[in-house]
Antibody, heavy 116, light 107 residues
């Protein structure tokens, strides 16, 4: 079955880091770029960045530069998103999505709550 | 960064209504625009890509038009499952940017 399955919800304190995983199955993992998108409560969708699973090269939105790292593990067909120096404004549902001229496959979303 | 101005932000409509949502880019993006629908608690789902191409399996009541900087999503006859939030997305240049969203509510 072609799918992206994300790791579970996280509760973090301000200043901490979070790492979310996105495991691909049912297709050739290195063929499609993966993006990360988030949606904060009451807000719209926000593009965070893109990673090429075959070469692990990534491009990040400037807003997150210095705080975000996207990595891949081809042995497990997994893409990871790490966000550091968390603040309350980072509370959101984070999605990974596969790109093939459009977002055709999404993970189920991972809720990250940042609260003291 | 390219800004996507989506309008309206909210829209009240009834089943069977014709609905139009607009997106304007701050600079030309050719036809590098997609439309997505997001239902509460769910991931977004693709409706239209390349500004006017209907994604496989998406009902024909959805259509997209435009190129350059001005784009439109039209729902010809609103159905109960269409009460949701809609977003445009430009994939012309990094950082990719979404419109602010249009929430379609029951009148």
């Amino acid at each position: 079955q072609v799918q992206l399955v994300q790791s579970g919800a996280e509760l973090k304190k301000p200043g901490a880091s979070v790492k979310i995983s996105c495991k691909a199955s049912g297709y050739n993992f290195i063929t499609y770029y993966i993006h990360w998108v988030r949606r904060a409560p009451g807000q719209g969708l926000e593009w965070m960045g893109i990673i090429n699973p075959s070469g692990s090269t990534a491009t990040y939105a400037q807003k997150f530069q210095g705080r975000v790292t996207m990595t891949t593990d081809t042995s497990t067909s997994t893409v990871n998103l790490e966000l550091s120096s968390l603040r309350s404004e980072d509370t959101a549902v984070y999605y990974c999505a596969r790109w093939t001229y459009y977002f055709d496959l999404w993970g189920q979303g991972t809720l990250v709550t940042v609260s003291s | 960064a390219i800004q996507m101005t989506q309008s309206p932000s909210f829209l009240s409509a009834s089943v069977g209504d014709r609905v139009t949502i607009n997106c304007r880019a701050s600079e030309g993006i050719r036809s590098n625009l997609g439309w997505y629908r997001q239902k509460p608690g769910k991931a977004p789902e693709l409706l239209i890509y390349a500004a006017s191409t209907l994604h496989s399996g998406v009902p024909s009541r959805f259509s997209g038009s435009g190129s350059g900087a001005d784009f439109t999503l039209t729902i010809s006859s609103l159905q109960p499952e269409d009460f949701a939030t809609y977003y445009c997305l430009q994939d012309y240049d990094y950082p990719w940017t979404f419109g602010q969203g249009t929430k379609v509510e029951v009148k």
